[in-house]
């Protein structure tokens, strides 16, 4: 029994025994084929780098290291990052909406708003005269002045976005002084008027333009009178103009307009063949309403020659305008509700840089009550005012105003020249005394000056005037005159 037992354990041990040493054989020839096909898997990848050519070797090596590299930076990276906490979620949000209340209150605090695009602009002149002798016992020979104060705003009320019809409004005032002994001023309704464009103003520059404007504006007569504030060539303005109440704003309608533009796009240059002007006004200045059944029918037409920019005759216009207007006088008992007020003008101009030239003549018929005589009279007034100026430097060039440059360079110019200016009030009567200025009779004022273009939208000017009067009286001398004057607009 005993030897029946062991015989059977002894055969149960072999069997076990021959069957672990199978597994294990089995288990120890995958291992060999798989590092078989290891081995032949290397042997290939090795016969083609040896097969390839040394710049793609190296390239694969350049290769190999840089992702080398990425995978190690990547490892780095990714050990540094870490989780963020509720509290650093909560802190970041609290921050965001302290940005978001400090914007909100500097653009309710500290930021101009409008309900349309509005742009503001100014013009401020600071100017010191001084004369010689001025004939007036007492007078002042020399004094600081403000000789404009100007503040506005302009922008669109509606825009058209595919042809720019739009419709635009200006509306500015000015500081005026006051002649009543005090130190007083006036700051007064300048222009106040809206325009609409009948014509597309975003098709390019070769298009023809019409716009429709009504409310209190410039006229539309000679060269300096269309000039706003900040352009006006000199100091002082012509006298013909001055003392016939043209550079008065007036109420009313008008329309301006061109036709068949010349433009040459090289030096950014547009020239309308023809431009005009036609409106009705009240015709009695600014800030009034009418004063009688009248109205001031003013035109105005100007044709420039259809040359290119190189020429000779670049930018020379002739122009002529006429203003049929009535008045109300009412002087010494003797009134008239249709009095005469007309004005009539011819210009001529001519710009082509550096050197240009204006002439304008001006002549207003008015009538006034001769108070000696106890009747109307008719004051023929006629004035001619010349300049000629030559420029050195490049500011006015357009070839320079279309290049780019940072927003406060500009290049500095310096710009001569001389104006003759004469202007009798009436022609009919030597002696006459116009009431507007103080001067009696004819006289000529002779002017040099400079204009020192420093910056984009400021020059200062300097300028010496000689008075000659036909009709010397004590309180009337001929005599000089300095003038200098610094502008600044924004």
Do not use: C
């Not at 002149?125 to 007078?139: E, F, K, M, S």
């Not at 058209?160 to 500015?172: R, T």
């Not at 009567?429 to 004022?445: F, K, M, Q, W």
Request: proline content about 2%; aromatic content about 12%; glycine content about 8%.
């Amino acid at each position: 029994m005993k030897r029946t037992t062991l015989t059977i354990a002894v055969g149960l041990i072999l069997a076990t025994s021959s069957q672990l040493s199978f597994a294990a054989d089995n288990a120890l020839q995958q291992e060999l084929t798989v590092l078989k096909q290891q081995i032949e898997s290397l042997q290939q990848r090795l016969n083609a780098v040896e097969s390839a050519s040394p710049k793609q070797k190296h390239s694969e090596v350049n290769t190999t290291d840089e992702t080398l590299s990425a995978d190690v930076a990547g490892e780095e990276q990714a050990a540094e990052v870490t989780a963020a906490t509720s509290e650093d979620i909560d802190g970041l949000r609290a921050d965001i909406e302290n940005y978001k209340y400090d914007q909100s209150r500097q653009y309710e605090r500290q930021t101009t708003k409008s309900t349309r695009d509005t742009t503001l602009y100014g013009t401020v002149q600071l100017r010191a005269n001084a004369v010689d002798d001025t004939g007036v016992i007492g007078a002042t020979k020399s004094t600081f002045d403000i000789g404009t104060a100007l503040i506005g705003v302009r922008g669109n009320l509606f825009r058209d976005y595919n042809e720019g019809k739009n419709l635009d409004y200006q509306l500015s005032f000015g500081y005026g002084k006051r002649n009543d002994g005090t130190n007083n001023s006036n700051f007064n309704l300048l222009d106040a008027f809206v325009r609409y464009n009948a014509l597309a103003t975003n098709a390019g520059p070769e298009t023809a333009k019409l716009n429709f404007t009504l409310g209190q504006q410039l006229l539309p007569f000679g060269l300096d009178v269309q000039s706003p504030e900040d352009l006006r060539p000199t100091i002082s303005t012509a006298s013909a103009s001055t003392y016939l109440g043209l550079f008065n704003r007036q109420n009313g309608f008008i329309v301006r307009g061109d036709v068949k533009p010349f433009v040459d796009y090289g030096s950014n240059y547009r020239a309308p063949l023809f431009e005009y002007a036609l409106g009705v006004t009240n015709g009695n200045a600014s800030n009034k309403a009418d004063d009688n059944n009248g109205k001031d029918y003013i035109g105005r037409v100007a044709f420039t020659l259809p040359v290119d920019y190189a020429s000779i005759f670049r930018e020379l216009k002739f122009g002529a305008s006429y203003i049929k207007g009535e008045s109300k006088l009412n002087t010494a008992g003797i009134s008239d509700n249709s009095a005469k007020r007309d004005r009539l003008g011819f210009d001529l101009y001519y710009n082509h840089a550096p050197f240009g030239a204006t002439y304008e003549y001006v002549q207003g018929k008015t009538d006034y009550v001769d108070v000696a005589a106890q009747e109307i009279k008719q004051a023929k007034a006629e004035g001619h005012t010349f300049t000629a100026f030559y420029t050195l430097g490049d500011q006015f060039y357009n070839s320079i105003k279309s290049n780019a440059k940072f927003d406060d360079f500009w290049p500095k110019s310096v710009q001569g020249y001389y104006r003759f200016d004469r202007f009798n009030p009436n022609k009919n009567l030597a002696n006459y005394l116009d009431t507007v200025s103080g001067r009696i009779g004819e006289y000529d004022i002779h002017s040099l000056g400079l204009n020192l273009f420093f910056a984009q939208t400021t020059k200062f000017q300097l300028q010496l005037n000689h008075y000659l009067f036909d009709v010397e009286t004590a309180n009337q001398k001929d005599t000089n005159e300095l003038q200098a004057q610094l502008q600044y607009t924004f």
